[in-house]
Nanobody, 126 residues
Framework: QVQLVESGGGSVQAGGSLRLSCAAS????????MAWFRQAPGKEREGVAI???????SITDSVKGRFTVSRDNAKNTLYLQMNMLKPEDTAMYYC????????????????????WGQGTQVTVSS
């Protein structure tokens, strides 16, 4: 059974930093893609960062230059380093994962991922 457990959220002032972690368990040896999504109140869930099945990172434009995504395959853990946080980054952040074949690339679609964590709240005050 696949499980994703996020941690690292919290409340910070604008300009601060947070590091989110997502520990995955239950995956076999198949390639799988891992991603961070976020959802603010009243808004749709949006993709923030992805590491695809080939280990290649992708970052959405709104956080490029401020956020970094990384993955420790030995620990089956995905990270999101968030620097220079802004109030508009306030949202529930979710980790997502699914098996995607090598060469498939990054998928920003919510429906591409069957497995989701419970979410961790990030609140940035001005």
């Amino acid at each position: 059974q696949v499980q994703l457990v996020e941690s690292g959220g919290g409340s910070v002032q604008a300009g601060g930093s947070l590091r989110l972690s997502c520990a995955a368990s239950g995956f076999g040896s198949e390639s799988y893609c891992m991603a961070w999504f976020r959802q603010a109140p009243g808004k749709e869930r949006e993709g923030v960062a992805i590491i695809d099945s080939d280990g290649l990172p992708s970052i959405t434009d709104s956080v490029k230059g401020r956020f970094t995504v990384s993955r420790d395959n030995a620990k089956n853990t995905l990270y999101l380093q968030m620097n220079m946080l802004k109030p508009e980054d306030t949202a529930m952040y979710y980790c997502a994962a699914d098996y995607l074949p090598p060469g498939y690339g990054a998928s920003w679609r919510v429906t591409s991922y069957r497995y989701w964590g419970q979410g961790t709240q990030v609140t940035v005050s001005s």
